[in-house]
């Protein structure tokens, strides 16, 4: 996987391409949002200088080839709404997980489908990876169905437990794995 450069990825409604400076009052916009964070490992924003020090350690991440996300990017306002990452990459048995999030005003229009499609359909394509997966939270559901709505499956051995804010929490392991014919 390189991330240097993030390669720009178009679907319908977004572009997927690297984050900037530029992006850091759009991200506060949905990053202020408890909803968005939620079932999330990080606390909302605060201020808009917590959302630049964050961007400041993604460029730095670009420039190193270290993992750090898209920027999901609305074609119709040309704003970050959300952002989808590829971690954990395991380089010897080319497995990798996705991890992804969403302005609130944008959900329920099919769009994180679109961006983990695309990804998915990149990372099979253009990369050796052949395993793709997303660990999400029991008790979020919409997540579960955007996972099945890409074309992932449940994995029934895949269960674990993180302690996420203080508190141990179920996930479950959603999976993709490369076609013979992709
Ligand atoms: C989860 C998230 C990515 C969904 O993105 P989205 O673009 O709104 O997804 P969709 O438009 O496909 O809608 C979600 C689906 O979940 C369904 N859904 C919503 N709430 C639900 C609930 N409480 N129970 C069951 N299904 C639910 C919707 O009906 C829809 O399915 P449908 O198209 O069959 O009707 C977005 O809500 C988000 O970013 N949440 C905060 C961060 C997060 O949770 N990230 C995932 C961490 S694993």
């Not at 793709?132 to 919409?142: K, L």
């Amino acid at each position: 996987m390189n991330y240097s450069p993030l390669p720009i990825l178009e679907t319908e409604h977004l572009i997927l391409r690297p984050i900037t400076m530029d992006d850091a009052a759009a991200i506060f916009a949905y990053a202020q949002d408890p909803k968005v964070s939620r079932f999330l490992s990080w606390e909302p924003s605060t201020s808009i200088e917590q959302v630049k020090e964050t961007i400041e350690r993604w460029l730095t991440h670009y420039e190193e080839n270290r993992q750090a996300p898209w920027g999901i990017v609305d074609k119709d306002s040309n704003k970050v709404i959300g952002t989808i990452d590829v971690r954990n990459h395991d380089v010897d048995h080319h497995t990798a997980e996705i991890g992804y999030c969403l302005s609130q005003g944008y959900w329920g229009r099919g769009l994180m489908v679109e961006a983990i499609k695309c990804v998915l359909d990149y990372l099979f394509a253009e990369t050796d990876i052949f395993e793709i997966s997303a660990f999400v939270r029991t008790d979020n559901p919409q997540s579960q169905r955007v996972c099945e709505k890409s074309g992932m499956h449940k994995d029934p051995g895949g269960t674990k437990q993180e302690y996420i804010k203080g508190a141990a929490v179920d996930l479950e392991r959603w999976v993709i794995r490369k076609k013979s014919s992709d």
